[in-house]
């Protein structure tokens, strides 16, 4: 069994081989230069588990089972360290004390008895000449630690800690020796694995014991909820009310918090003084707040609930969060965190507080395709168009006959390669009077996603407000925000409210979650705004609508009423597809496929229709999950496709009383279809093939609105099944793209020349 002693060894072995002694060092030397200095050091001590087991796996187990043992024995450590470096800094003589131990009790407790001061014999080489820390030499700038190590670290720890000079405080350098209770160093503990004994996936993972010690655990969800932070004291200073006592003059009543520690509900109940056991009164003038937050945490156990796949109920674990763990915290985010469990009183959840956010983990795709994934690619290298015409061929097959609905699912798949928890991923709105069959392939292309949200008209679509019985003022997640880094499925757009609609919009439009509170609240809250970091999916029936009013407008693309709204739907939803052209030329033999498929589905046993599937879900996910991690860069000449297209399209298809049908956001629509289209094609640089493909999708929905095309392009939403896939995805359908790019040269060349231009994703 490990002696206190032994620990201290550890303890500082440990910040010797981190780095710890060095940045204590740093903090000293920039705490000396200010005028006056700060009261209170914060040190925080940062220990990864597996290398300290190198080290000593004694110390590891009493970090994990009692991190309050452990932080006083850092505590201990970094105290004598940073007394020994202002000796080296700033040498000072030692005068005789008559009192001892005025820095190593609680602040709460009397004073104990007097003792002799240890005898100078027996730690020369730590006090010689008064000023120097070891030997007869000069302090170096390892003085420290070799001065450590060469003596007793008990005897070190008691000389530098409890004999130091009460008369050289009240002078004007005071602020140069620290007493212990002037040290604040909170454990930032990282590097535990991730084994299932560590890991709280839920409540019945907690204690519910109230006797046992704080132990350390991670956690690791998706932030459902947080509360406005709320202000709480990290130090304060007391003095003492009795006149003439040495607590008037000396920091010796400086009270840190400490997570779990005594003083970590109340900072601020009466104390005694050490010395005369008066009572102590704050300094107003002399202490620091900080911030804190409370989140709800969905653990990964539970993320199912998002999707609505299967009905469960699932419970949040709240968490405290602090200060520099706050930054740029937002619902929805997924995070990963050291937490402290605090057990608490009878009948009581333990707290859960937090050590450490992690940072986000960097993207790891697959390290090598599937099989059929890799022979497509082999096969499909000579054709840069086929690859990712194939796998819109054979996606969703699952729901609905290949060929059905193709151009959604190839918005749907480069929607999916947009997605990513930097930015918001191509929103798509599919629009028809088959809405049941285009939600179900909605909600099965959501699965292929990193994480998705269904959307119910139970919640919020955005954020909102609430407030608690305890007076909490919290920001709750809405379907936008919880969709961080994935796929937001709203459903029917058409059914939603207007405000709702308006709400959508507004959020799509500004790429900005706009969260403010009701009427009510509004003196209590400020207007929070939130990065949108999801891709929007949902569909449209233009037939869905009431009688209009004489107040509401007409959207001049879909041609239905919609309410109040400040932009049509057609400039925030980037992709716009229709699944049926005017004339309803395609729809008929589809709907026979449709009807046969859904027939011989209804009679087949679901595992053997899951393996009739042309793409297994799982390597499809891996394929996806490649393709997101690529990073693209535009070439020149995809740049000027886009860029003299959208100018050209702004140009012929506008007038001067309406404006262009064109949206503003098209250029940046344009862009990321390009980019996703690399990406399926497992290609880093957007080539002209790449803008070619997304210039054609966008030019077959202006078609379906408006009856024309500028390129003589027609709207396909199905491909025929009896076509040949040669004329389909192969050779036929690489002249046609071929044709169709020196077209739309010509055309950019004719109304816009040469424009050149810089374009990001």
Known sequence: METDKDRRNAALRWLEYSGGLSQLRSAMVARAKLNPPPKVLKVPVHVNIGKLNEIDADFVTLVMRKPKEAQRIFQQVIHTAAVAISLELKPQPLSDVTMSQLTTEPDHCPPSQLTSLPDMDDIASLYSDGVKLSGTQAPTKDSVVNSIDKVDFDLALTSLEFDLPIDTAITQEAGEILTISQIHAPLRVDGIPWFREWVVGGVTDLPRSTDEDPVLALVSGRVMSLSLPKSYTVWARYLCTSEGCVGMARDLHIRVFAVA?????????????????????????????????????????????????????????????????????????????????????????????????????????????????????????????????????????????????????????????????????????????????????????????????????????????????????????????????????????????????????????????????????????????????????????????????????????????????????????????????????????????????????????????????????????????????????????????????????????????????????????????????????????????????AILLCEEGLAAHFGYSLLQVPPTPHLSANTDLHILVGRKNDERMANFQRQLENFIAMHTGDIPSTLTT
């Open 261 to 693: 520690g005594q003083d970590a509900d109340d900072m601020h109940h009466k104390p005694r003084c050490r010395v005369c056991c008066s009572e102590l009164e704050e300094d107003p003038s002399s202490h620091e707040l900080g911030e804190k937050s409370f989140i709800f945490l969905l653990p990964d156990s539970q993320s199912s609930a998002l999707t609505r796949e299967v009905y469960m109920r699932a419970q949040l674990l709240k968490i405290t969060l602090r200060d520099e763990m706050l930054a740029n915290l937002a619902p929805g985010q997924r995070m990963q965190a050291t937490v402290m469990i605090v057990p608490k009183k009878c009948n009581e959840f333990p707290c859960l507080e937090g050590i450490l956010v992690h940072p986000p983990a960097p993207l790891r795709p697959p390290s090598s395709l599937p099989p059929l994934f890799r022979q497509l690619v082999r096969d499909r290298q000579s054709s840069p168009w086929s690859l990712v015409l194939t796998l819109a061929y054979m996606f969703g097959t699952a729901v609905v006959p290949a060929g059905t609905f193709h151009t959604l699912k190839l918005a749907l798949l480069l929607s999916l390669a947009s997605c990513s928890s930097q930015k918001a991923g191509l929103a798509v709105l599919a629009v028809g009077s088959n809405t049941t069959l285009v939600l179900r392939l909605l909600w099965y292309g959501a699965k292929f996603a990193s994480h998705s949200v269904t959307h119910s008209s139970l919640d919020d679509v955005t954020a909102s407000f609430s407030k608690d019985h305890e007076g909490k003022i919290w920001v709750q997640g809405g379907s936008l925000l919880l969709a961080h880094g994935g796929v937001c499925v709203l459903g029917d757009f058409s059914k939603f409210k207007k405000d709702a609609r308006r709400s959508v919009c507004n959020t799509l439009e500004s790429g900005m979650v706009l969260v403010e509170a009701a009427p009510r609240l509004r003196s209590q809250t400020p207007i929070l705004k939130y990065p949108l970091r999801a891709a929007a999916w949902a569909c449209y029936d233009p037939a869905h609508h009431k009688g209009r009013t004489s107040t509401e407008m007409e959207d001049m693309f879909l041609r239905v009423p919609l309410g109040d709204l400040t932009k049509s739907i057609s400039d925030v939803f980037g992709l716009v597809i229709y699944t049926e052209t005017p004339g309803g030329e395609c729809e008929s033999k589809a709907e026979e496929e449709i009807t046969l498929h859904s027939l011989l589905n209804a009679i087949t046993n679901p595992m053997e229709s899951q393996a009739s599937t042309l793409l297994r879900p799982e390597d499809l996910k891996e394929y996806l999950a490649m393709a997101r991690s690529l990073e693209t860069v535009f070439s020149a000449g995809a740049e000027k496709l886009i860029r003299g297209y959208y100018v050209a399209a702004r140009r012929l298809r506008g007038d001067c009383v309406q404006g262009s049908a064109v949206p503003v956001t098209a250029i940046h629509t344009l862009a990321q279809a390009a980019a996703s289209h690399a990406r399926l094609a497992l290609r880093s640089t957007v080539e002209t093939w790449d803008a070619v493909a």
